[in-house]
């Protein structure tokens, strides 16, 4: 079945930087594109951004702009999020979430990976 | 960007109807028919519930119908059930070729 599965918990130091996989898997890869969306504790869901991982293209939340780099290697039908200069306010769940191309709705989405950031 | 918003919290008692509200601007909702509607119960990842301001997936109990207006799309679910309860996000496509969430609401079985 159509899935995408994300790597696990992390534990990071104010300033280092995180880096969480997404595979997916029961469909072809290249055909859509991924999100990413970020949650922090009792807090709403807030998109980050993404990539059409046909053709690499990206779009990045002006939040974000700077900080965040989403990227993809096609042969391990894998996309990243690498998230640098990490504060305590990044402590958070991170999704991805798969869009069809020209589909604007993400269906399904990961299982979440918690990013904490702490000294 | 700012968020699209929502009731902090709605509730009602099964078998009733409850109906949740999206308000952005005329650069997202009100400009694109691609509103959504996710489910998220505690602890979990959200689900698509409604996509493109009235289509449901496949599998989403046709209890769950979403609509808009201008700049406010709205979720209404009908005959509530137990297992609706949970915290409801929209969100929207933008001019900006961006993505934006609302502020997430509550729903309460009572």
């Known amino acids: 079945q159509v899935q995408v599965v994300q790597s696990g918990a992390e534990v990071k130091k104010p300033g280092a930087s995180v880096k969480v996989s997404c595979t997916a898997s029961?469909?072809?890869?290249?055909?859509?594109?991924i999100h990413w969306v970020r949650q922090a504790p009792g807090q709403r869901l807030e998109w980050m951004g993404c990539?059409?991982?046909?053709?690499?293209?990206?779009k990045y939340s002006q939040k974000f702009q700077g900080r965040v780099t989403i990227t993809r290697d096609t042969s391990a039908s894998t996309a990243y999020m690498d998230l640098t200069s990490l504060t305590s306010e990044d402590t958070a769940v991170y999704y991805c979430?798969?869009?069809?191309?020209?589909?604007?709705?993400?269906?399904?989405w990961g299982q979440g990976t918690l990013v904490t950031v702490s000294s | 960007q700012s968020a699209l918003t929502q009731p902090p919290s709605v509730s009602g008692s099964p078998g009733q109807s409850v109906t949740i509200s999206c308000t952005g601007t005329?650069?997202?909702?009100?400009?694109?028919?691609?509103v959504c509607w996710y489910q998220q119960p505690p602890g979990t990842a959200p689900k698509l519930m409604v996509y493109?301001?009235?289509n449901r997936p496949s599998g989403v109990p046709d209890r769950f119908s979403g609509s808009k207006s201008g700049n406010t799309a709205s979720l209404t679910i009908s005959g509530l059930q137990a297992e609706d309860e949970a915290d409801y996000y929209c969100?929207?496509?933008?001019?900006?070729?961006?993505?934006?969430f609302g502020t997430g609401t509550k729903v309460t079985v009572l």
């Open positions: 493109d301001v009235s």
């Open positions: 969100s929207s496509y933008t001019r900006s070729s961006t993505y934006v």
């Open positions: 005329s650069s997202d909702v009100g400009y694109y028919n691609r």
């Open positions: 029961g469909y072809i890869f290249t055909d859509y594109v």
């Open positions: 979430a798969r869009e069809k191309l020209g589909g604007y709705w993400f269906d399904p």
């Open positions: 990539i059409k991982v046909g053709n690499d293209d990206t």
